[in-house]
């Protein structure tokens, strides 16, 4: 049984850092390309970043330059490090799998940036 379980999320002021944890079970995380996804309140769900089975990233121009996306294979985790939080950030997070397409979702995990 495929399962995502994302953690990590919180209140954060503007300009402040954290990661999130993806922890699949399931399946082995590295045959997969695999993404984040947020959905801000009253918004549609967009994709925010991804990695594919070879470590290439895929970002969306809002979070070039402040958020990453890595994972541990060992641990069959992928974490999303976001850095340089704005306001707008302010969304549930979910990861996903397999990426573009995917068929398979966490329940998300709530980030909130504000001072």
């Known amino acids: 049984q495929v399962q995502l379980v994302e953690s990590g999320g919180g209140l954060v002021q503007p300009g402040g850092s954290l990661r999130l944890s993806c922890a699949a079970s399931?399946?082995?995380?590295?045959?997969?390309?695999i993404a984040w996804f947020r959905q801000a309140p009253g918004k549609e769900r967009e994709f925010v970043i991804a990695i594919n089975w070879k470590g290439r990233r895929t970002y969306a121009d809002s979070v070039q330059g402040r958020f990453t996306i890595s994972r541990d294979n060992a641990k069959n985790t992928v974490y999303l490090q976001m850095n340089s939080l704005k306001p707008e950030d302010t969304a549930v997070y979910y990861c996903?799998?397999?990426?573009?397409?995917?068929?398979?979702w966490g329940q998300g995990t709530q980030v909130t940036v504000s001072s």
């Open positions: 996903a799998v397999p990426w573009p397409s995917p068929d398979y």
């Open positions: 399931g399946f082995t995380l590295d045959d997969y390309d």
